[in-house]
Structure formats: C-alpha cells, structure tokens
C-alpha cells in the first residue's frame, strides 16, 4: 500500500530540502522506458539554474529495472546540441549508477538522463538505445543548482513537461518534514508486519 502509494506520486513531485546556508538541494523521480523492438529508451532533461558559482552535483541512482543511467551536461543556450557538451558522467556513484561533481559559473545548463550507453547528440526525447535498451525508475538528486523545468521523453518521440514542486524550505521546517517522512516510512513497515 505505501509503496504503490509511493510510486503513484513519483514524476510529479518533488521532496525539497533545505539545508542550512545557501547550498540548494533536490530529490527528484522519474523513469526511463525503453522499448527492445525499436532499440530504443527516453532521455529526460533538466534544465536548471546556478545562482553561485562552484560546485554542482548530479547524482543520478537506478531504483528498479535493469536501468544503467548516464548523464551528460550541456550549456542552456536555447538550442540544445551536441556542441553545448561540457561533462558527462556514466558509473561515478555506486555501481552502475552516475554521479557528476562540476563546478560550475553562474548560468544555466541542461542535464540529460538516459539509459547506457547515452551518445552525446541523443538530447531527447529518445535515443537509439542499441547496445541494449534498458529501463526502470530512478532518483536524481541535485545539489548547488535550482531545477526550472523538467521535460521527461516518451517511446513516441515527445516530451512531457512535468508539474514539480520546488520548495524552498527553511532548514527547521525541513528537519521537521524530514521527521515526518521518517514517521511515515517506519509506520508502514511496522503495518506491512502486522499484515
Ligand atoms: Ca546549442
Ligand atoms: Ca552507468
Ligand atoms: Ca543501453
């Protein structure tokens, strides 16, 4: 029951956390599907903001699925290609999973998720996904840069602009909130053994 509950909300919300000081944080959900008949999975994009310059992370974790993510970060200069490349990242976190410490000037920037192996120029919404097109859910938490718009790809060629919440909690409300989760998760576990 907590989990469907849980999965039913992924892709169009968004748990905000605020930490103490400047630094920006966010944990997002999402999904790559991928399709073996056409050789092909989506990529999503992230389009974000940095307010301050330095170091921005982008940890991108498989949840389900045999899902291999990778990501790749471009400039944002209104027409996403291949020549606005400036770092990509494939196994960085644990595992298969990508995580990408950049620093990163005042701007913006747009982050591509996709499943292994993601080509430089595969900007979406899907990409030829021939070595093995492979899918599942995922997390990408960002820190050090605000997320503006999020534009998930479908298997037929088109992007939905997800709905997101982007709260700006300050840090007592947030420990509050994180309490709260916390009381939430360990309650359904203890239903789920009752059951
Ligand atoms: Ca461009
Ligand atoms: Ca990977
Ligand atoms: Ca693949």
Same mark, same amino acid.
């Given at each position: 029951m907590l989990k469907k509950t849980l999965i039913a909300l992924t892709g169009a919300m968004t748990v905000g956390v605020g930490f103490a000081g400047a630094v920006q944080a966010a944990s997002f959900s999402g999904t790559i599907e991928s399709d073996a008949a056409t050789e092909s999975s989506t990529v999503d994009q992230y389009f974000v903001d940095v307010d301050t310059a330095g170091i921005v992370t982008f940890a991108a974790n498989a949840i389900s699925g045999s899902l291999d993510p990778f990501v790749r970060l471009y400039t944002d200069d209104g027409f996403l290609d291949?020549?606005?490349?400036i770092a990509f990242n494939d196994d @960085?976190?644990?595992?298969f999973n990508s995580l990408l410490n950049i620093n990163l000037g005042i701007g913006s920037y747009v982050l591509t998720f996709g499943d292994?192996?993601?080509?430089?120029?595969?900007? @979406?919404?899907?990409?030829?996904?021939?070595?093995s097109p492979e899918g599942g859910d995922y997390t990408l938490d960002i820190t050090g840069a605000t997320v503006t718009r999020i534009l998930e790809g479908n298997l037929d060629g088109t992007f939905t602009e997800t709905s997101f919440v982007a709260e700006a909690v300050p840090e007592p409300a947030s420990m509050l909130g994180l309490l709260a989760i916390g009381a939430v998760a360990a309650g359904g576990v203890l239903k789920k053994k009752a059951a």
């Open positions: 291949v020549s606005d490349l @960085g976190g644990p595992g292994f192996f993601l080509e430089a120029n595969a900007v @979406g919404p899907t990409q030829l996904d021939d070595d």
